[in-house]
C-alpha cells in the first residue's frame, strides 16, 4: 500500500528496482525497509502453504509475483540475495534461489 499511496515512494521503489545505488541514502534505507517488510511477508506465506494451511493455488499466485517479478531481473536477484536472502530461513531462500 505504500506505493499505492504515496507517489514519493512510489518513485523510490521504481528506482530502487532498477538501480538501487543512485537512491540517496534516506531513500535507500525506506527502499530497503519496504523490501525486507516485503520479504518477511513472503516468507510467512510460504511457511503457512508448507505447513499445509495455505492453498497449493494460493501460493502459486505468490510464487509467480515473486519468480515473475521480485527476483525476475539481473538487479533484483542480487538485491536479494545481498541484502534478504541471509536474513530470512534457509528453505525459503532456497525456494526463491529456485525461481527461473
Known amino acids: 500500500m505504500a506505493v499505492v499511496e504515496n507517489r514519493d515512494f512510489a518513485e523510490i521503489r521504481l528506482q530502487g528496482d532498477q538501480?538501487?545505488?543512485?537512491?540517496?541514502?534516506?531513500?535507500?534505507?525506506?527502499?530497503?525497509?519496504?523490501q525486507r517488510q516485503m520479504w518477511l511477508h513472503f516468507q510467512n506465506v510460504w511457511t503457512q502453504w508448507q505447513l499445509g494451511v495455505l492453498d497449493d493455488e494460493v501460493w502459486a499466485g505468490y510464487e509467480w509475483v515473486i519468480c515473475g517479478d521480485l527476483v525476475k531481473t539481473q538487479t533484483k536477484k542480487n538485491w536479494w540475495r545481498d541484502?534478504?536472502?541471509?536474513?530470512?530461513?534457509l528453505e525459503f531462500a532456497r525456494q526463491i534461489e529456485g525461481c527461473d
Open 83 to 89: 541484502k534478504h536472502s541471509k536474513a530470512l530461513s
Open 19 to 34: 538501480d538501487p545505488s543512485q537512491l540517496s541514502e534516506v531513500d535507500l534505507l525506506r527502499y530497503f525497509l519496504y
